[in-house]
């Protein structure tokens, strides 16, 4: 069956991302044998080798309800953070196998009329290189490109750069994906997730612009979202009211809303994905 692009279907409808993968698992009150033991009690990306059928049931549900693209079970995925739990030679495997798990899922349910897509995911790490410190920006690259590539080489249609709070973060992201793709010799879309704090920039200090202006290649960019509850409505619509925003929001291809917000002025006719959380 071939299956259209995600940008070829993003010009048809909009699109619907699943929603959270931590908080899904957290309801089934799994036990630390379901992690493999008390030491990894908690690393919900070592489920995808010790209970594969959890994940696959949960990826089965949001394609159920409606998603047209779900997330891998990867957003701890990098050495970094499975370093806390021992896990870190496992890095490669897990990314791999997180996304063949969810390419089944999508198996199951696309449809020439509605294919399904999977977004690999790349979380913030529990590092930020402008606020604790406590690693390299080669260091962090360095686990960043592991994790990108082995999501790209497993057949990812699409990676997601999320809940992102320093620009330094993603850009040590973003370099090492641009790097993964030189190394596969290929190219797929990227989205950066990025968290705006109440007082209207990243934890870090930075500006909504600097998620626009800096990350990514125009051609790489596919969602430059904003994460929940975080940035208000009236955040949203004042940060219209400036013309380098508003060119910045309208520029954005699609544009991501949590928790109830509303779209800014001017946006609400652009083809989104709304995420469902």
């Not at 159920?64 to 953070?81: H, L, M, P, R």
């Not at 057949?155 to 190394?183: C, H, P, R, S, Y």
């Not at 920039?201 to 960019?221: C, H, K, V």
Request: charged letters at 20%; glycine letters at 8%.
């Amino acid at each position: 069956m071939m299956t259209k692009t995600i940008q070829e279907r993003m010009q048809e409808k909009i699109l619907i991302l699943d929603g959270a993968m931590g908080t899904m698992i957290q309801r089934l009150s799994l036990t630390a044998e379901d992690f493999g033991g008390e030491e990894y009690d908690g690393c919900n990306e070592y489920l995808v080798l010790t209970r594969p059928e959890v994940i696959l049931d949960i990826h089965r549900e949001y394609l159920q309800a409606g998603a047209d693209i779900i997330e891998t079970d990867t957003f701890g995925a990098t050495s970094v953070v499975l370093a806390e739990y021992g896990l870190q030679h496992l890095a490669r495997e897990i990314n791999m196998a997180a996304v063949t798990l969810a390419k089944a899922a999508c198996s199951e349910y696309s449809t020439s009329d509605h294919p399904r897509y999977v977004a690999g995911s790349i979380g913030p790490t529990t590092k930020t290189l402008s606020v604790t410190g406590g690693i390299s920006f080669d260091e962090l690259q360095d686990a960043y490109f592991e994790q990108a590539k082995a999501l790209v080489e497993a057949g990812a249609d699409l990676l997601l750069v999320e809940t992102a709070q320093d620009m330094l973060n993603v850009k040590a992201a973003t370099t090492a994906i641009q790097a993964a793709f030189a190394a596969l010799h290929t190219r797929i879309p990227v989205m950066v997730s990025g968290t705006i704090e109440a007082m209207g920039t990243t934890l870090a200090g930075q500006t909504i612009e600097s998620f626009y202006i800096g990350p990514l290649p125009n051609e790489d960019r596919t969602d430059v979202p904003f994460n929940k509850k975080r940035f208000t409505p009236g955040q949203m619509k004042r940060g219209t009211t400036t013309n380098h925003r508003r060119a910045f929001l309208e520029k954005c291809w699609i544009l991501r809303i949590w928790g109830g917000s509303t779209l800014p002025v001017g946006v609400a006719e652009r083809r989104q994905i709304i995420h469902v959380r």
